[in-house]
């Protein structure tokens, strides 16, 4: 399997109050979780891919309620919006397998997640480009972690285990993938879910939208863009 390709170099800088509000709350998220989960990344992965999956169907769902309520189309949003929330449920599900959460990180993400839908959901509400650019940096954010975890295991201090069947199944990995090729195709969905998101910012105030990371196994997961193109 060809190791899928994520330019880590991309950055949005802010601009303006809406952006920089943004990514100064992301910067606190991520000091939060280098404070309470320092190195142990399989654990970190666990809590925030939980608060990850959470974005895409809140914008998913007011996408589509509003497009019924204006009697219009939505430009390829919803479906694009829904894939990104199973994607991210996806992670959970394989990180569940590795690094099995305890009770009490199992408290933490149904905490989290409440306070996080709640939040996001008056957001999205108030703000949606801001919303999209809060996304986006969180999955900058993503990007670096996992890179991250790929150096823990090369360098051997995290284990380079099997991969675990479901994930094998969702992403197509061959009999013999290891944690290592996973982190590499999650990684390789966060960047492609940082790009859309910071599109769809940019549209929502008419900016142009960047070029989008690809996502090899997830054809689905392309914005409607660009399929189009």
């Not at 399997?1 to 880590?8: E, S």
């Not at 992965?45 to 309620?65: I, Q, R, S, Y």
Request: charged content about 20%; some cysteine; overall charge negative.
């Amino acid at each position: 399997m060809t190791p899928p390709l994520v330019d880590t170099s991309v950055h949005h800088q802010p601009t303006g109050v809406s952006d920089t509000v943004a990514f100064g709350f992301v910067k606190m998220l991520r000091f939060f979780a280098d404070t309470f989960f320092a190195k142990r990344y399989g654990h970190r992965a666990v809590v925030l891919e939980t608060v990850a999956a959470v974005p895409g169907m809140v914008g998913a769902t007011l996408n589509h309620l509003k497009c019924l309520r204006r009697m219009c189309d939505d430009r390829g949003w919803i479906k694009t919006l829904m894939d990104e929330a199973e994607n991210e449920r996806m992670h959970l599900m394989t990180f569940i397998e590795v690094c099995k959460p305890t009770l009490f990180e199992r408290f933490v993400v149904v905490a989290v997640q409440w306070v996080f839908y709640l939040f996001f959901f008056g957001l999205y509400v108030v703000s949606p480009k801001t919303a999209h650019r809060v996304v986006g940096y969180f999955e900058e954010e993503a990007v670096i972690s996992y890179t991250h975890y790929l150096a823990e295991i090369d360098e051997g201090r995290s284990e380079n285990i099997a991969a675990p069947e479901i994930a094998k199944r969702y992403w197509g990995l061959p009999e013999t993938a290891t944690l290592r090729d996973v982190v590499l195709v999650v990684r390789a969905d966060e960047a492609h879910h940082r790009d859309v998101n910071h599109g769809f910012a940019n549209e929502l105030v008419g900016l142009p939208q960047a070029e989008v990371a690809p996502c090899p196994h997830h054809e689905e997961l392309q914005p409607a863009w660009k399929t189009a193109a």
